[in-house]
């Protein structure tokens, strides 16, 4: 797209000046020249609230913005924040300080490099504090926004929310879900920023998911045996723990079976061994001192901080995170979760109203906030929108409408041609031997819902498993898969078990080429609702296959839809896997895919260039479209 060059400040007040003093002020155009007003005319117009509430006041002085160092280092937000504020007179009546190094105050020290001198209450060492002055913020400098939020979590903060990595969680919005051993935590995301008529904060609903049992109770649950200590590994290496002691999270690396808190460290006091340690800094007493000790390997940016060492944890101190594969499973979990998780607009539009009420009513937030002249509204951002006409969905030689309330046509689906549908000729069903009745039975089911649908199927061949070991699936489908022949394969598990579930896909996938469709035998078992089960299962197998089942009337020629995303093995640091998907016809329905691995933790790979590349001659083979040339 072309950039162009906006006066200042016209349609961005906010618009970025360097400390260079030139103003670069160069954006995006995202609109064409000959489209003057962006209001939207197709559907019905209508009224909506939106989770945003605009700041009605301003600074209207210039602020000045410090660096701050501390030598010796100092770690610890929570220290540094101390260490400021013994000298909260030096900064005049207000100021803000984010905890790293960035202060912010409308007073301008009469020195550029102002030193101050404290005492760190832990061990008394001395600390001499460097504040160098940086630059005078005007009242519409975009820096000012980092203001803003660091005001809002100290709001958060005097609401006595906890903060848990990024996210502010409130102590008195805690639901207990007994029944699953877990803990439901509810929090916000605040974010403040510049959109096109005003500054507005935007605010969100968070909830974290904590367990009651420790990791000490996770290890207990394993079975004694030769292989204790892989299987230990195998549960807790990959997993979040949260220490409640201090509110912080972890990501478990490592255990070390030759350390238990009876072992000695340093500290600042001294040597000490980790049951005197939490007892002198905590106040907890650790009940099992044979119990190993957890490792959390430094990330990059501990490494790039200096800090290199491991961390050490106690099991019996760390509660878990988060929802185990065998929850997320459980209906009856996730369930209870939703009821508290779910919240339906009107009621979510009640809590945001209560939080802002909350805020604008806390004295010492409102004292903070008056003296940086700012203002929340009371009440949440209205916006003109418009509610579109319900699209058309084509199957086949059929046109119908969708429900735009429901957003649900599968009822108008049943019975109608696919809009594109395959012939599946050879293809295997596996399951083990006690499911075979109901087996049967679905196979049947799904071979009598196939030909309304134009879909063919041919006989399956069934095999029938011993046992539901993972390596006799795997077994199995070489045999009959190896030759290269088979275009699906229909397992049938008895439960959800994660490894058997990877090593069928992996095989399946990867070493053999194979379609696949996994269903739990529950889900066949019920003969009440095996006609909708093998109908959905129907749709699924012809789209996996290359068919289509629907299709929209897209209006654009031409164009490709492109997705990228990217997973982050939690069992392994070194890599990460980045998946490409590209549309190949106006309809985007059918699709280019290619899957990447680079190193861990990085968002877009080196390779997406490439993976864009090979896309575009794909479509251009498959269109018959020629390319612009560069």
Request: net charge positive; charged share 25%; aromatic share 8%.
């Amino acid at each position: 797209l072309p950039r162009v060059r906006l006066p200042w400040p016209r349609l961005l007040p906010w618009a970025v000046v360097p400390t260079g003093g030139r103003r670069d002020d160069l954006v995006v155009a995202t609109r064409p020249k000959h489209m003057t007003d962006k209001t939207g005319m197709t559907g019905m117009a209508t009224k909506l609230v939106a989770n945003y509430f605009r700041l009605e006041s301003l600074p209207q002085m210039c602020v000045n913005q410090y660096h701050v160092d501390f030598l010796p280092l100092v770690e610890s937000s929570r220290i540094r924040r101390a260490l400021i504020n013994d000298h909260r007179e030096q900064f005049g009546r207000c100021f803000v300080f984010d905890g790293m190094s960035d202060l912010k105050t409308p007073k301008r020290m009469p020195q550029t490099i102002t030193e101050l001198f404290s005492k760190r209450r832990t061990d008394g060492a001395a600390i001499t504090i460097k504040i160098k002055w940086v630059q005078e913020l005007a009242p519409t400098n975009p820096d000012l926004l980092r203001l803003f939020n660091t005001q809002m979590r100290r709001n958060l903060e005097h609401l006595d929310f906890v903060q848990i990595n990024r996210h502010f969680f409130d102590k008195s919005a805690v639901s207990a879900i007994p029944q699953h051993g877990l803990e439901l935590w509810q929090g916000l995301i605040t974010a403040i920023g510049q959109y096109e008529t005003a500054v507005m904060m935007v605010t969100d609903t968070v909830h974290k998911v904590l367990r009651r049992d420790s990791v000490l109770d996770l290890l207990s649950q394993v079975t004694s045996g030769p292989y204790y200590r892989e299987e230990a590994m195998k549960r807790v290496a990959g997993c979040i723990v949260m220490t409640p002691y201090n509110n912080k999270t972890y990501r478990i690396d490592d255990i070390d079976w030759n350390k238990s808190p009876l072992s000695i460290f340093e500290t600042k006091e001294g040597p000490k061994t980790y049951i005197q340690y939490y007892e002198d800094q905590y106040e907890k007493r650790i009940r099992d001192a044979k119990q190993p000790l957890l490792v959390c390997r430094p990330k990059e940016k501990d490494i790039r901080a200096g800090r290199t060492d491991n961390i050490y944890l106690v099991p019996e101190l760390c509660v878990l995170t988060g929802l185990t594969d065998e929850m997320r499973a459980n209906v009856s979990v996730m369930r209870d979760l939703a009821q508290h998780t779910r919240i339906d607009p009107p009621k979510r539009v009640q809590n945001l109203l209560q939080f802002i009420k909350r805020i604008n009513g806390n004295d010492a937030i409102r004292a903070e906030m008056e003296q940086w002249g700012l203002t929340f509204s009371d009440s949440l951002v209205s916006i003109d929108a418009r509610t579109l006409y319900p699209e058309k969905v084509m199957q086949g030689q059929q046109v119908y409408k969708c429900d735009p309330k429901t957003a649900d046509f599968s009822r108008d689906m049943r019975d109608k041609r696919l809009h594109v549908a395959v012939a599946i000729e050879t293809w295997l069903v596996m399951c083990h031997k006690r499911d075979d009745a109901n087996v049967t039975e679905f196979v049947r089911t799904l071979m009598s819902v196939c030909p309304p649908m134009g879909l063919h199927m041919g006989h399956p061949k069934v095999l029938k498993l011993e046992d539901d070991r993972a390596a006799n699936y795997v077994r199995a489908l070489h045999e009959v898969g190896g030759s290269g022949d088979l275009q699906l394969a229909l397992i049938v598990v008895p439960n959800n078990r994660k490894d058997r579930y990877d090593m069928i896909k992996k095989q399946a996938c990867v070493d053999l080429g194979i379609h696949t469709q996994v269903i739990l035998s529950r889900t066949i078992g019920n003969r009440k609702n095996i006609r909708s089960v093998a109908t959905k299962v129907a749709i699924q197998l012809n789209c996996k296959l290359g068919g289509e089942a629907w299709c929209l009337e897209i209006p654009l020629a031409n164009t490709m839809v492109i997705g990228y995303d990217t997973y982050h093995d939690a069992g392994s640091r070194n890599r990460s896997a980045g998946a490409f998907v590209a549309s190949m016809n106006r309809t985007f329905t059918r699709w280019y895919s290619r899957v990447s691995f680079h190193a861990s933790h990085q968002e877009l790979g080196s390779s997406l260039a490439q993976h864009l590349k090979d896309s575009l001659c794909k479509y251009s083979q498959e269109t018959m479209v020629l390319l612009p040339s560069a």
